[in-house]
């Protein structure tokens, strides 16, 4: 992999990454058996806990909670040598997610179950119909007003493009975005995740669901494989997910480098996250294009567009979600972010 260049908010950012606490530190052995047993709780199907208790307890994990020392957790694939010091959790392994990949699959082969929708059908259905919205509007040549939300003036009529875009989600989970997606009308579609677990219950769900149109394959976005550009590439939760590796910093910094090679030039990356907020996917993203920036004005460096032009650039995000005021600030749960691949 190429050298990663650090501008000077990332320098900053590793820095207090490896200054902060360690999970240990900032959780007392009261939370962490509550928010053991939330997950415990979460992960039986037959649970007592209503769909919105679930969708809360997922999204609470997946932001925060259930924080653990990376040296807690003894095998992952990468057989990593974890930075102790670092805020993480054990979302962000693979062995975490090849697990409960496994116990999702057997809920299903026993039960129909088609295993968590992480951040709730709610949000799911508006990333997909604000993605579509989204879609039809770039295809015609409307770009949103960086300051106003979206208008689709003519929705049905930009429908007909739809078909022509291709689609990747990355980290695809059960792949039920995708479902949606095509439910919007999309019909190029395309899911990865690196679990395989992951890619056998997406697989076995949009066959029972009559979506076997969709293609499902095995990829770690940071060492991707795929060869080809998407004009639509989203995120639910995927990021999030690998922020909390006990070397998030750094991978969220190859995040961007690999996706920015996924989406191709004019498509868009929509990312759904919980535990960044708009304008600190915007700053990240800001960070990125300064990095490419900084490395294409090197003098061996011959790549006259990226000069030109951010690689990424902010579009819209999504301003219905219900919004909460704490110390004076208004926050919502789950941010959706849309930007424009230059
Ligand atoms: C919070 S879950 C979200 C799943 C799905 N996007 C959804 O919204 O239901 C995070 C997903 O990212 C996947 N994941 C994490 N790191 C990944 C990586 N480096 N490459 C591919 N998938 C990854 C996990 O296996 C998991 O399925």
Excluded at 6 to 29: F, G, I, K, N
Excluded at 64 to 91: H, I
Excluded at 126 to 153: E, M, Y
Excluded at 245 to 264: C, T
């Amino acid at each position: 992999m190429a050298a990663i260049r650090l501008t000077p908010e990332d320098a900053e950012l590793l820095q207090q990454a490896r200054a902060a606490p360690s999970a240990v530190d900032l959780v007392s052995d009261d939370d962490r058996s509550v928010a053991a047993d939330s997950w415990s709780i979460k992960s039986e199907y037959g649970s007592t806990l209503d769909d919105d208790q679930r969708n809360a307890d997922a999204a609470e994990a997946l932001s925060a909670g259930n924080l653990r020392a990376a040296s807690d957790y003894s095998s992952d694939k990468d057989e990593m040598e974890p930075d102790a010091e670092a805020v993480t959790s054990m979302l962000g392994l693979q062995s975490y997610w090849d697990s409960q990949y496994a116990d999702e699959l057997t809920n299903f082969r026993e039960h129909g179950h088609v295993g968590e929708v992480w951040f709730g059908p709610e949000v799911m259905e508006t990333v997909a119909s604000w993605a579509k919205s989204l879609c039809c509007d770039v295809s015609q040549g409307r770009f949103p007003n960086q300051a106003d939300n979206v208008k689709s003036l003519n929705v049905d009529q930009g429908s007909k493009f739809l078909s022509s875009w291709s689609v990747l989600d990355i980290g695809t989970g059960n792949g039920l975005l995708l479902q949606e997606l095509a439910k919007e009308g999309f019909s190029n579609l395309t899911g990865t995740d690196y679990s395989e677990g992951a890619i056998d219950l997406a697989r076995s769900l949009a066959e029972r669901d009559g979506f076997s149109n969709i293609n499902f394959l095995v990829d770690d976005v940071l060492e991707t494989k795929l060869e080809g550009k998407f004009q639509l590439v989203v995120d639910k939760g995927t990021l999030d997910a690998i922020g909390l590796h006990p070397d998030g910093p750094i991978k969220r910094l190859m995040y961007w480098e690999s996706v920015s090679k996924l989406v191709a030039p004019g498509g868009l990356l929509v990312i759904t996250s919980c535990n960044s907020t708009k304008d600190e996917l915007v700053q990240e993203v800001e960070n990125f294009n300064q990095r490419r920036a900084n490395s294409s004005a090197e003098p061996e460096s011959s790549n006259e567009t990226q000069r030109e032009s951010p690689t990424f650039q902010y579009l819209s995000h999504v301003r219905t979600y219900p919004t909460f005021t704490f110390g004076g600030s208004v926050g919502s749960r789950v941010a959706t972010v849309a930007f424009l691949r230059n």
